[in-house]
């Protein structure tokens, strides 16, 4: 969903032959703003939830001819505001499937929105809490680890990074390697796997992983890196960092 705005401007031209106007002319002339994109990275679509468990919202916000404020960020649940800013903390106290929109107003007023489909239920078995300690979160910046690495191999440029993850259950304590599964939205950039889409890059408390670059605007080498970790009774949850991988093309 988007809103642009327009601005009407006036350019005015006189000719002056000795001080007296002999000529004068107005050209109007309509300059529109480009709106701003919105993008809500964490949960993704259909995830579900406990009642009274806090979730994480996440969006990635930019305007190629000005700006979005982390004011500028609002999240609603229908007509219900939840907050503001580029990552929140909501708990739903009731159950039912709710549709979470994010809205983003740039700095001339024009807005876009994005909206994520989530179910809420009243759980007996608690879902697990994954944790990610590398990279560290930086709410409020692009990505959360922004580098230019050096080193390359046959599949072109990659950051060498080791992750760092944590996963813990209510009922089970903590949760087997095996169970903790990290993703790379970045398929495509990615050696073997799909050519697109999410692509499996490791498992267990800390992985290590190379994360590909490319010289492709917009996207460059953007990874969503996702850890999904599993409880015994099957609930799963995940939790989301942004790296970006720059290489100079
Ligand atoms: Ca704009
Ligand atoms: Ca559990």
Do not use: K
Not at 70 to 81: C, I, M, N, P
Not at 181 to 198: E, N
Not at 213 to 218: D, L, N
């Amino acid at each position: 969903m988007m809103r642009s705005r327009i601005r009407t401007h006036t350019l005015e031209a006189r000719l002056e032959i000795s001080g007296v106007t002999v000529q004068q002319q107005r050209v109007a002339f309509i300059v529109s703003n480009v709106a701003p994109s919105v993008t809500i990275t964490q949960p993704t679509a259909g995830r579900s939830f406990c009642t009274g468990e806090n979730v994480i919202f996440r969006a990635l916000a930019g305007d190629t001819d000005g700006s979005v404020a982390e004011s500028g960020l609002r999240w609603a649940d229908g007509a219900a505001t939840l907050g503001t800013g580029s990552q929140l903390a909501h708990a739903f106290a009731t159950p039912g499937a709710r549709t979470v929109t994010v809205t983003a107003t740039d700095n001339d007023g024009a807005t876009r929105t994005d909206r994520v489909n989530i179910t809420v239920s009243a759980c007996t078995n608690t879902a697990p809490t994954p944790g990610i300690t590398n990279p560290p979160d930086a709410p409020g910046s692009g990505s959360d680890l922004d580098v230019y690495p050096s080193t390359s191999d046959e599949h072109g440029v990659y950051l060498g990074i080791t992750l760092q993850g944590t996963a813990s259950d209510a009922e089970d304590g903590p949760i087997p390697d095996a169970d903790m599964i990290w993703t790379t939205s970045r398929a495509d950039l990615q050696p073997g796997g799909p050519s697109s889409g999410a692509q499996q890059i490791g498992t267990g408390r800390s992985p290590s992983v190379r994360l590909y670059s490319s010289c492709g605007y917009p996207l460059y080498g953007d990874h969503t890196i996702t850890l999904t970790v599993t409880d015994s009774a099957g609930n799963s949850r995940s939790m989301n960092r942004m790296i970006r991988v720059n290489t100079v093309c």
